[in-house]
């Protein structure tokens, strides 16, 4: 089975300080994505890397950075943390292609204070 | 602009009743269709997807969903709800000619009554 690990799952960080998430796959699935859910918005895309050093902005990408140094993890970078940044943050892998589906990990839930 | 629409916030079933959860779709080209469950606490999981050919796509827990073009729609069917099926239900959908990025509704939030 595919296996999706995330760095934490409850996180607490004050205004200003700088967020690492950390996302694993164990697949050797060339998409990874980041997410940020919220009640009523559903999941939305922050950023998302299709290889190795590849990036590509997703619908709400400003606050955020990513890096993907390696193929198996890709981390998400708060540079300064806001409270409007209190979020459940949801990392996904899936093989190439439109038609395959997400495998996605546990979440981590960050407040920010 | 490409969309997906769950209309329901809230759907409420008893136990061994059918269920159904909305999905529309607003989309050029063909689509590609997911239904992803979360249940509390948890990151989602897929269920099940369409891609082409049988309009009837069969699921993971006895859940199917049935494709229909000519309505845009993608609702999500169990002939006999359990109580263990109480979770979050979100659609989603790819484009053939996109990126592999999904767009997701907003989820639909199930609770089975015993």
């Known amino acids: 089975d595919v296996k999706v690990t995330q760095s934490s799952r409850y996180l607490v960080k004050r205004t200003g300080e700088k967020v690492f998430l950390e996302c694993v796959q164990d697949?050797?699935?060339?998409?990874m994505f980041w997410y940020r859910q919220d009640p009523g918005l559903g999941l939305r895309l922050i950023y998302f890397s299709y290889d190795v050093k590849m990036k590509e902005k997703g619908d709400i990408p400003e606050g955020y950075s990513v890096s993907r140094e390696k193929k198996e993890r890709f981390s998400l970078i708060l540079e300064s943390a806001s409270t409007n940044q209190t979020s459940m943050y949801l990392c996904a892998s899936s093989t190439g292609g439109p038609y395959n589906e997400q495998f996605f990990g546990p979440g981590t839930r960050l407040t920010v204070l | 602009a490409q969309s997906v629409a769950q209309p329901e916030d809230q759907v409420n079933v008893a136990e061994g009743n059918p269920l159904t959860v909305k999905c529309t779709y607003s989309?050029?080209?063909?689509?590609?269709l997911f239904w992803y469950v979360q249940y509390p606490n948890r990151g989602l999981q897929f269920l099940l997807k369409?891609?082409?050919?049988?309009?009837l796509v069969k699921g993971s827990y006895g859940f199917e969903a049935e494709f229909n073009k000519s309505q845009t729609s993608f609702h999500l069917k169990k002939p006999s709800a359990l109580v263990s099926d109480s979770a979050l239900y979100f659609c989603a959908v790819s484009l053939s000619y996109n990126t592999d990025k999904l767009i997701f509704g907003t989820g639909t939030r199930l609770q089975v009554f015993p």
């Open positions: 369409y891609i082409t050919g049988d309009n």
């Open positions: 989309v050029s080209g063909n689509p590609y």
């Open positions: 697949m050797d699935h060339e998409n």
